[in-house]
């Protein structure tokens, strides 16, 4: 049994929250979590996390609080409930990606309410989350990263404090961005080899070891071998999302994205085809269905 680390709250407790949760958790904290899902509530609570209530009512049992949300809607109405919570200061890890300008009035509405907001959206999968895979892109007040270093490393492998709030944001974008790039490159490149005749098994053994490889072909590959893309770690509807925000970022700094602009269709077929649900992965069945492959 861990000895008693400090208490930390959690709103959101989906694929990544969730995950945070257990291994928070698991690690000796004393984690009180919220989530509009009773199914995600009843298995943070069966795995040792104290369900509040609503999210006001995390804000009484923990002074650092992580937000990890599926939309910005969510986030206006987390803040909100928290910002009039009857409470010491907060200190909010914002942990999900969203547009800057999102997070901007999250923290403008806990700033007025005399807490502090940090922004440290996460770098990883569903699947890398469960075991501590994850980067943490921290940004924001430079004393409560460093006080929070020691949370930070019981569910993630770095953490990286990237100076003023928001760049934690900007550094995800750049990441999910050659996210988009590589997933849907892994899955053309699955769809050449067995067009070709080879075995998809094999394309993954010879890849991984090759100067092809990447990150998401190791970790996405696996799926696409087997053709199951059930039990997802980032589903195609929520990756529309995280689509939407890079767009966004780039037109407002002018910048090109040729690469990742040709992955846009991809997804959005992929999402036309009732893959929302899916992992992203699925990506490699459309290109599939497109170059007439059918596997035996």
Known sequence: MNAHRGAVGIIGL???????????????????????????????????????????????FASTIITSLPKSTALRETVNALASAKTKQLTIVEASTFALEDKLAAKNILDEAGHITLDCPVSG???????K????????????IKALRPMFADFSRATYDLGIFGNGSRMKYVANLLVSIHNVASAEAFVLGMKAGLDPQQIQEVISAGVGNSRIFEL????????DYR????????????????????????????TFDATLPIYKKALAEGRGDEDTASVCATLEKMAGLQRG
């Open 231 to 258: 039990e997802a770690t980032m589903r195609i509807s929520t990756w529309q999302k995280d689509i939407q925000v890079i767009e966004q970022f780039a037109r407002e700094l002018d910048c090109p994205t040729p």
């Open 125 to 131: 999968t569903g699947a890398q989350a469960k075991t």
């Open 220 to 227: 996405r590959g696996p799926m696409m071998v087997r053709d």
């Open 133 to 144: 895979d994850l980067v943490i892109y921290a940004s924001g007040d430079r004393a409560s």
């Open 14 to 60: 989906g694929i990544m929250g969730g995950a945070f949760a257990r291994n928070l958790a698991s690690a000796g904290w004393q984690v009180t979590g919220y989530d509009i899902d009773k199914i995600r509530r009843d298995e943070a609570s069966a795995a040792g996390v104290m369900v509040a209530i609503n999210p006001k009512a995390v804000s009484q």
